[in-house]
């Protein structure tokens, strides 16, 4: 057990909803990442926050988006979904992680499978 | 652009011998590189990192083993065990920069 968790673990859904996926990171932990694996693909990056703040993007659509909550807790919200948006949906987080950097050792938590039909 | 890769989709080993996992990178910039194992229906776990200072480090049975000039490194796994069985992801990270996964090769280990 990671220490991260992630709600919910699945979820299905159709094309155009909007989900919301959360994430509580590891206690004391302040950066929170979020990746997305489609099938055959490895962790694409897509966004992380440290301390309440966007710290580094990466390949991050502008239907996606994401915020870290006062408490660290982060939400990943996906609009008008496309069934190409179905992947699997880590959230890691760190100690640090202030700058950007990803030199922070990650803990993931067990992701959420999105299935868009 | 893929800049972690990671060639061997799936690996298969017998107990008790050496795993050798591959990952080559192409960006020059790239000074801190990381091996995550995946086991089914739970989020990657850190196994062993390594900096761009260093050719090769060691922690238990898992030894990576760096080479700058080829932009290549390596996982080995002695001796290899059935808890082994995962898929093992390569990743790649530049100073102050996101880090980059490859697409993972899945190990399995034969009694």
């Known amino acids: 057990d990671s220490g991260v968790t992630q709600t919910p673990k699945h979820l299905i859904t159709a094309t155009g909803q909007r989900v919301t996926l959360r994430c509580s990171p590891r206690?004391?932990?302040?950066?929170v990442y979020w990746y997305q694996q489609s099938l055959d693909q490895g962790l694409q990056f897509l966004i992380q926050?440290?301390?309440?703040?966007?710290?580094a993007k990466g390949n991050i659509l502008e239907r996606f988006s994401a915020q870290q909550f006062p408490d660290l807790h982060s939400e990943l919200n996906l609009s008008s979904l496309e069934l190409g948006d179905s992947a699997l949906y880590f959230c890691?987080?760190?100690?640090?992680?202030?700058?950007?950097?990803?030199?922070?050792?990650?803990?993931f938590g067990p992701g959420t499978r999105l299935t868009v039909l | 652009d893929q800049q972690v890769k990671q060639n061997s989709p799936s690996l298969s080993v017998q107990e008790g011998r050496i795993s050798i996992l591959n990952c080559d990178y192409t960006n020059s910039m790239f000074d801190y590189f990381l091996w995550y194992k995946k086991y089914p229906a739970e989020g990657p776990t850190f196994l062993i990192s390594?900096?761009?200072?260093?050719d090769k480090n060691e922690d238990g049975r898992f030894t990576v083993f760096l080479n700058k000039s080829a932009k290549h490194l390596s996982l080995h796994i002695v001796p290899s065990q059935p808890g082994d069985s995962a898929v093992y992801f390569c990743?790649?990270?530049?100073?102050?920069?996101?880090?980059?996964f490859g697409q993972g090769t899945r190990l399995t280990i034969n009694p």
């Open positions: 990743a790649a990270s530049a100073r102050f920069k996101k880090l980059v």
């Open positions: 206690s004391g932990d302040l950066s």
């Open positions: 890691a987080s760190s100690v640090g992680g202030q700058g950007g950097s990803s030199y922070n050792e990650q803990f």
């Open positions: 926050y440290y301390n309440g703040e966007e710290r």
């Open positions: 390594i900096s761009s200072i260093k």
